[in-house]
């Protein structure tokens, strides 16, 4: 078992669920009118942890606005000036994600660490095979991860400072699969999961579902991020997704929905990407199936809670497996999340 690391309110490691992480797809330039609403329906999702990049200090007010809005802790992700990682924790950031190797001198790390152990906060030391240390002795990027991870937690050690979590990503899954069992054989720090850089919604669900699902499975990782180049939303669904899959987290929206087929009489494809967010985002302890026709449709309905399935010309809303209406496919979304909405 890991040590325990405090991100905020949220443990991380040890016994600790494992948590689910994002970013913030907006520059805090433009911080969005909804940033609040979006954080909330991330959360009821089942995000754990909002990070957010803090590439200028011009940005203050807005990273002050966003930590404070945001009902998930906020990390604020660092790169090359240690002067954003200090300013940020007068934002009230919970924790900070750096990379020792690019911020410059090791007095800027270290004073970056002081400062966040005298208030209390969390780093994340974020190495990516990508901004590697010079290989001089040709050795494998997972040894190279893993050593430069432990040289810069043996700094924080000397400063006193070990609220520290590790993540070892790389674009190659099986590199980063080998980076992390070889850092979780010589180290005891928590570690947040990731591939990088891996695609679209299908390649990175692919990758990082193959890569998170093994490491998960022999007990490595107390964290994890999908990084998908598309929604951070489906990042969310896919990293819950994983956890309820490995059996490590529980309840829950569940959502059933056919693959739809020639047959289909109801489009469940495009009604699924209609209502998804707005079922997943009451958070409710729920089973829905969506279906396109009656060769499966009542039969999953009688296993969810609520369903919606086409059949013949018609659409129909389910009930704990019995039909409670019938409805046009215009009404079928407002319909069903009315249905929902009902369910305690
Ligand atoms: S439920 Fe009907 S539409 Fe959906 S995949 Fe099965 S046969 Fe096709």
Request: glycine content about 10%.
């Amino acid at each position: 078992m890991t040590r325990e690391v405090r991100l905020g309110n949220l443990r991380i490691g040890s016994d600790a669920p494992v948590s689910v992480q994002t970013m913030y797809d907006v520059p805090l330039s433009r911080l969005e009118d909804k940033f609040a609403s979006r954080m909330g329906v991330l959360k009821a999702m089942g995000c754990d942890v909002m990070r957010i990049s803090y590439p200028d200090v011009k940005e203050h007010d807005a990273l002050a606005k966003a930590v404070k809005e945001c009902p998930m802790p906020v990390v604020a992700d660092i790169h090359f000036d240690y002067r954003n990682a200090l300013d940020s924790i007068s934002c009230g950031v919970a924790g900070l994600r750096i990379n020792p190797g690019n911020i410059g001198a090791r007095w800027k790390t270290e004073e970056v660490v002081k400062a966040c152990r005298d208030a209390g906060l969390a780093i994340r030391i974020g190495l990516n095979s990508g901004s590697l240390p010079e290989n001089v002795n040709n050795v494998s990027k997972e040894k190279l991860m893993t050593d430069s991870a432990l040289e810069y937690i043996s700094w924080f050690e000397n400063l006193g400072f070990y609220n520290t979590v590790v993540s070892l990503k790389a674009s190659d899954p099986e590199a980063t699969y080998r980076a992390y069992k070889l850092f979780a054989s010589e180290s005891d720090y928590p570690l947040h999961l990731g591939v990088t850089e891996a695609g679209g919604t299908v390649t990175s669900c692919v990758r990082t579902t193959w890569t998170l699902g093994r490491l998960l499975s022999e007990g490595i990782g107390s964290t994890l991020r999908y990084s998908i180049t598309g929604r951070i939303e489906d990042e969310v669904t896919a990293g819950v997704e994983l956890l309820r899959s490995l059996g490590l987290r529980k309840g829950g929206v569940r959502i059933v929905s056919c693959p739809m087929c020639g047959r289909k009489s109801f489009d469940s494809q495009s009604f699924l990407s209609q209502v998804q967010d707005d079922i997943l985002a009451t958070g409710k302890d729920i089973c829905v199936a969506i279906m396109g026709c009656q060769v499966n449709g009542p039969g999953e309905a009688k296993g969810a809670d609520v369903a919606v399935s086409g059949i013949g010309r018609k659409v129909y809303l389910y009930r704990n497996g019995e039909i409670y209406k019938e409805v046009s496919a215009d009404c079928a979304k407002q319909e069903l999340l009315d249905l929902i909405d009902t369910i305690e």
